[in-house]
């Protein structure tokens, strides 16, 4: 597609249940973030994605937090035994290695709701 | 570490009128700095950005210049218009192969007509 896509766009979640977060990042951008946009934090970064690997995972907030991304491509974020203070909305960006000052495209988020 | 520290909001203001939001940042070395925007229901854009010191950002009337001596990149706006309502986010990121954003708290304006 012509942009970053994020599904679901919404998610409602009991307290306790694993949720996946799925992001599908521009073609050809090797690159990818996420980020957490809640209230009480504003916007945060969690993980960051240079092809398949992870070499920067310092934001993710507590063990129960994971992600991979396979095919240098899609990238899916997994949040086990959701707490309330999980509920946020998660942003994914991608970012083509050739671009000048690291101009990062966003998706239009997931707002996850963990009841 | 990085940070950003950004004019409290929310922000409203005639069409018309000029616009100012302040951003000041910390980082060791140089960092890229950039304005995002959050219209309604939407997701984040890419306003405008600055590479380096004295460097000026400029986008849909929309200003910001990077100060090194004052650690800020203010955004600017001659003139606003109720489609400029949205949320600014002010940002940074380091050079380096991560690069992620540090974002400042973000910014309410609203524009009445």
């Known amino acids: 597609g012509a942009g970053v896509s994020q599904s679901p766009s919404n998610k409602v979640t009991e307290k306790g249940k694993d949720v996946e977060l799925r992001c599908d990042p521009i073609?050809?951008?090797?690159?990818l973030y996420w980020y957490r946009q809640s209230l009480g934090q504003g916007l945060e970064f969690l993980i960051y994605?240079?092809?398949?690997?992870?070499?920067?995972k310092s934001g993710l907030p507590s063990d129960r937090f994971s992600a991979e991304r396979t095919g240098g491509s899609v990238s899916t974020l997994t949040i086990q035994r959701t707490q309330q203070e999980d509920s946020a909305v998660y942003l994914c960006?991608?970012?083509?290695?050739?671009?000048?000052?690291?101009?990062?495209?966003f998706g239009p988020g997931t707002r996850l709701t963990v009841l | 570490g990085n940070s950003v520290t950004q004019m409290e909001g929310p922000v409203t203001l005639s069409e018309e009128a000029f616009l100012t939001i302040n951003c000041t940042y910390t980082?060791?070395?140089?960092?890229?700095l950039f304005w995002y925007v959050q219209y309604p229901g939407e997701g984040l854009q890419l306003l405008l950005k600055?590479?380096?010191?004295?460097d000026k950002g400029s986008n849909k009337g929309f200003e910001a210049t990077y100060r090194k001596e004052t650690t800020s990149f203010h955004l600017e706006k001659g003139s606003v218009q109720v489609s400029d309502s949205a949320v600014y986010f002010c940002?940074?990121?380091?050079?380096?192969?991560?690069?992620?954003?540090?974002f400042g708290s973000g910014t309410q304006l609203t524009v009445l007509p």
């Open positions: 960006a991608s970012r083509h290695p050739g671009l000048a000052a690291n101009e990062q495209f």
């Open positions: 073609s050809g951008h090797t690159a």
């Open positions: 994605f240079q092809g398949n690997s992870a070499p920067d």
């Open positions: 980082a060791t070395g140089y960092p890229s």
């Open positions: 600055a590479t380096k010191a004295d």
């Open positions: 940002a940074l990121t380091k050079s380096g192969s991560a690069r992620q954003l540090t």
